[in-house]
């Protein structure tokens, strides 16, 4: 799910015309960051239970890394902070919601059977 979602945010960077020269490499880019976004929410969801602090987690992680990808000059020199961070918070947050359901589903599965 990681890397669908981050390939998708990283599609959203069709909407800036400067960078569109970039988009394989900033969709690539997305999908490998959200991927490891999803991977350390998941490993969070085994430990802690609790699907809103999943999602503070997963968001957190979001906004980390696209704090680092969006600190980085884009090829026309310029930062785009906002419209890197804002989806890759809110797929961060998606991720950790995600990985909080999918551990409380197969955790009932495994009680039931």
């Known amino acids: 799910m990681g890397v669908v979602l981050g390939a998708m945010d990283g599609l959203s960077a069709w909407l ?3 960078v569109r020269t970039a988009i394989v ?15 350390c929410a998941g490993f969070f969801a085994r430990r802690v239970h609790s699907t809103p602090m999943g999602i503070l987690f ?12 969006a600190s980085m000059p884009a090829i026309d020199g310029n930062h785009y902070y906002v419209s890197i961070m804002v989806p890759g918070t ?6 950790g919601w995600a990985t909080q359901t999918h ?3 197969a955790k009932s599965r495994a009680a039931g059977a």
């Open 58 to 69: 997963g968001g957190a992680l979001g906004v980390l890394f696209a704090f680092g990808i």
């Open 90 to 95: 809110l797929a961060g947050m998606i991720l």
């Open 16 to 18: 800036t015309p400067a």
């Open 25 to 39: 490499s900033i969709v690539i880019g997305g999908a490998f960051k959200s991927a490891i976004v999803g991977l």
């Open 103 to 105: 551990a409380e589903a």
